[in-house]
């Protein structure tokens, strides 16, 4: 158990161009969680996969924002055109869901830290 | 729609002193709440959590909180803080029903320990 990381850990871009962002979960867990988080605010949820499948967006994603998780392993985060209210520490997190033994417990990654200039 | 309200942004305290950093949340339906721990440049942690049974939760680094359905809260407390407890501290709240299990967390509360 390596724990989840996230790459990269730093990003600073230039308005209107695009990032993209990786998590790596724990391997044996089944569902990935991104969240938002900016400075004196506490995490807010994006979005959350279970294995490959996408189940929920929240109304912060807009459009400009696509999550992927295409073999159930590994997860992305793509910001297009990016803004400078984008600027935030995107944080991924992953949990083992088994329906008989729930423990609801996420384990976060460290973040990526984005600024857009 | 569910909130957590987290009543102090900063608390600071001497080392040896006891804390508590106070969390109440709303929601018309039953709740599983928890406790997360930030240090600087890190992941969220999991501190605590209560699912159901007794009010009183002990959790990692001797902190405990308490569970009141009465008053909607579950305040984190800890009878003597060490100066590596300075951290952002997060209570976070979902909800019973539904199979998304997605916590809805507080602004955070700043605990600061001085010498």
């Known amino acids: 158990d390596t724990g989840v990381s996230q790459d990269p850990r730093h990003k600073i871009t230039k308005r209107g161009q695009n990032v993209t962002f990786r998590c790596d979960p724990i391997?044996?867990?089944?569902?990935l969680y991104w969240y938002r988080q900016t400075l004196g605010q506490g995490p807010e949820f994006l979005t959350y996969f279970q294995n490959e499948a996408q189940l929920e967006k929240s109304r912060l994603l807009s459009d400009r924002f696509s999550a992927e998780r295409p073999k159930g392993s590994f997860s992305t985060l793509e910001i297009q055109r990016t803004e400078q209210g984008d600027s935030a520490m995107y944080l991924c997190?992953?949990?083992?869901?088994?329906?008989?033994?729930?423990?609801?417990?996420?384990?976060f990654g460290p973040g990526t830290r984005l600024t857009v200039t | 729609a569910q909130s957590v309200t987290q009543l102090d942004s900063q608390v600071p305290v001497f080392e040896e002193a006891p804390v508590e950093l106070r969390c109440n949340y709303s929601s018309s339906v039953s709740v599983y709440l928890f406790w997360y721990v930030q240090y600087p440049n890190q992941g969220l942690q999991l501190l605590l959590k209560y699912l159901s049974g007794s009010t009183l939760v002990k959790g990692i680094n001797g902190f405990e909180a308490e569970f009141n359905k009465s008053q909607t809260s579950f305040h984190l407390r800890k009878p003597s803080v060490h100066i590596s407890d300075t951290a952002e501290y997060f209570c976070?709240?979902?909800?019973?029903?539904?199979?998304?299990?997605?916590?809805?967390f507080g602004r955070g509360t700043s605990l600061i320990v001085h010498p």
């Open positions: 976070a709240v979902t909800f019973k029903s539904g199979g998304s299990y997605i916590p809805t």
């Open positions: 391997s044996e867990h089944n569902r």
């Open positions: 997190a992953s949990s083992l869901f088994i329906s008989a033994a729930i423990t609801y417990e996420q384990y």
